[in-house]
């Protein structure tokens, strides 16, 4: 008797779990636009100040949520060995994220709402500052229905993300005074 209660409970269980997949199985498959990786770093050949300044002028739009150390003065500038630098979140239409559907036999395709953060380290190295740019991306899931339910993240981020980024500190630095 007690044999037959463990496997009836144990069928109950196998239920629940299966019921939970097919939940999450009901929302499209998100796939992946295949594009070569870019980079996400580089070495600046300029003083530590001039290539902070950069940064923070790059992204003057975006919201920064921390910086280590918070406050440094033009003289610790020049003793300073790194910095690092994070946003809040920036929302957009993801370039490289998106599903498949048909609509009355016809492919469509859509790409998702996505949400990502900076995260920036700049150091000193012999010959300049090097800064890599690190992202963390996710995207928005849809159910079948086209409603919005939550945000996941999927996969590598976009590296055109960070060498966006990375191209908009170039240009700041070939724009300073």
């Given at each position: 008797?007690n044999r037959?209660?463990?496997?009836?409970k144990?069928f109950?269980?196998l239920?629940?779990?299966t019921?939970?997949l097919?939940?999450c199985?009901?929302l499209?498959e998100?796939?992946?636009?295949a594009y070569?990786?870019?980079?996400?770093?580089k070495t600046?050949e300029?003083?530590?100040?001039?290539?902070w300044?950069?940064i923070e002028?790059?992204?003057?739009l975006?919201?920064?949520?921390?910086?280590n150390?918070s406050?440094?003065t033009?003289?610790?500038?020049?003793q300073?060995?790194?910095r690092?630098?994070?946003?809040?979140?920036v929302?957009?239409?993801?370039r490289?994220?998106y599903i498949d559907y048909?609509?009355?036999?016809?492919?469509?395709?859509?790409?998702?709402q996505n949400?990502?953060?900076y995260?920036i380290l700049?150091e000193?190295l012999?010959?300049?500052?090097?800064?890599r740019?690190?992202?963390?991306e996710e995207?928005?899931?849809l159910?079948?229905r086209?409603?919005p339910?939550?945000?996941t993240q999927?996969?590598?981020p976009?590296?055109s993300?960070?060498s966006?980024?990375?191209?908009k500190i170039?240009?700041e630095?070939?724009?300073?005074?």
């Amino acid at each position: 008797m007690n044999r037959h209660l463990f496997s009836f409970k144990a069928f109950v269980a196998l239920l629940g779990i299966t019921g939970s997949l097919q939940g999450c199985s009901s929302l499209p498959e998100v796939r992946t636009q295949a594009y070569a990786q870019l980079k996400s770093e580089k070495t600046f050949e300029t003083d530590f100040e001039s290539t902070w300044k950069a940064i923070e002028s790059a992204l003057r739009l975006n919201t920064i949520t921390s910086r280590n150390p918070s406050e440094v003065t033009p003289l610790e500038f020049s003793q300073l060995p790194q910095r690092t630098l994070q946003t809040d979140w920036v929302f957009s239409r993801s370039r490289t994220k998106y599903i498949d559907y048909q609509v009355d036999g016809f492919p469509r395709k859509t790409y998702l709402q996505n949400r990502f953060k900076y995260q920036i380290l700049a150091e000193r190295l012999l010959g300049g500052i090097k800064v890599r740019v690190m992202t963390q991306e996710e995207i928005e899931r849809l159910d079948a229905r086209g409603n919005p339910v939550g945000y996941t993240q999927i996969g590598e981020p976009d590296s055109s993300l960070a060498s966006d980024l990375i191209e908009k500190i170039s240009q700041e630095l070939r724009s300073a005074p």
